[in-house]
């Protein structure tokens, strides 16, 4: 499985180097992830990995494989 998880504004290099797993890119002012997901607890992992950021997640979706 492919995800994209949307965060509103400019993540730092610092912040993105906390998702190791998924690649990132800045576009119309939010930071798209975007990567492989292997499984829920993972997907859930990252959710919570944002929630303790204090990361404002704007839109999340599995992307077509």
């Known amino acids: 499985m492919r995800y994209e998880i949307r965060v509103d504004g400019h993540m730092s290099e610092t912040l993105t180097k906390a ?7 800045v576009m ?3 930071t798209v992830l975007f990567g492989p997901v292997v499984d829920e607890a ?3 992992g990252l959710l919570a990995r944002c929630q303790s950021l204090g990361l404002h997640i704007v839109e999340m979706r599995r992307l077509p494989e």
């Open 28 to 30: 119309s002012g939010q």
């Open 42 to 44: 993972q997907l859930y």
């Open 19 to 25: 998702f190791p797993e998924m690649d990132h890119v």
